[in-house]
Nanobody, 116 residues
Framework: VQLQASGGGLVQPGGSLRLSCATS????????VAWFRRAPGKQRELVAD???????HYADSVKGRFTISRDNAKNSLSLQMDNLRPDDTAVYYC???????????WGQGTLVTVSS
């Protein structure tokens, strides 16, 4: 199983980025999936999740700024991030999120840096 995040980069505060997650080796449509992030010196946190039936949840810190979506035909997950803030700086990871738990299949993640 592979879940590979991409699309990170350096962006100024107030800017936008769109992260993508390509998956293989799993029945993507049958899994709840999510985005996580780990900021420097902090623990990993759940950013947003989307269920098989496309019910979404967001961390309070990103509500109204981030949008999670999935494309079952392409086995992919996306995270549109708008109005980015310096405290969004982190490595972002995608993973399955069945029964409220991530799998062991962590990919390398993609670094998002928000700085002027």
């Amino acid at each position: 199983v592979q879940l590979q995040a991409s699309g990170g980069g350096l962006v100024q505060p107030g800017g936008s980025l769109r992260l993508s997650c390509a998956t293989s080796g799993l029945l993507f449509y049958a899994n709840d999936v999510a985005w996580f992030r780990r900021a420097p010196g902090k623990q990993r946190e759940l950013v947003a999740d989307i269920s098989k039936s496309e019910i979404v949840h967001y961390a309070d810190s990103v509500k109204g700024r981030f949008t999670i979506s999935r494309d079952n035909a392409k086995n992919s997950l996306s995270l549109q991030m708008d109005n980015l803030r310096p405290d969004d700086t982190a490595v972002y990871y995608c993973n399955t999120f069945n029964y409220g738990e991530p799998s062991i299949w962590w990919g390398q993640g993609t670094l998002v840096t928000v700085s002027s």
